[in-house]
Nanobody
Framework: QVQLLESGGGSVQAGGSLRLTCAAS????????MGWFRRTPGKEREAVAG????????AYADSVRGRFIISRDNAKNTLLLEMNSLTPEDTAMYFC???????????????????WGQGTQVTVSS
């Protein structure tokens, strides 16, 4: 059974940093893509950053590019998200996500996600 377990969320002041970790287990194959999405109350879940397993290609939402860094530790089966220069607009529930197979859809396509973690809350105060 596939499980994605997030950790590392919390509260921080604007300008601060946090590191999110996603521990992946139960995969019998390497997922095509893994990434981070976030959701704020009243809004749809949006893509934050992702990484393709085969090529290592990384992708970022415009709102976080230059501030967030996504990486994978294959030896530990973990997905990391370094978040720097946080602003109150980054406040959200952050979800780890995995796509089983390539399907031609953009990396940010939420319906293409096969597995979701339960989320970890990030709160940034001004």
């Amino acid at each position: 059974q596939v499980q994605l377990l997030e950790s590392g969320g919390g509260s921080v002041q604007a300008g601060g940093s946090l590191r999110l970790t996603c521990a992946a287990s139960g995969f019998s194959f390497e997922p095509n893509f893994m990434g981070w999405f976030r959701r704020t109350p009243g809004k749809e879940r949006e893509a934050v950053a992702g990484i393709y397993s085969g090529t290592g290609t990384k992708a970022y939402a415009d709102s976080v590019r230059g501030r967030f860094i996504i990486s994978r530790d294959n030896a530990k089966n973990t997905l990391l998200l370094e978040m720097n220069s946080l602003t109150p607009e980054d406040t959200a529930m952050y979800f780890c996500a995995a796509r089983s197979r390539a399907n031609g859809e953009p990396w940010s396509d939420t319906p293409s996600i096969s597995y979701w973690g339960q989320g970890t809350q990030v709160t940034v105060s001004s």
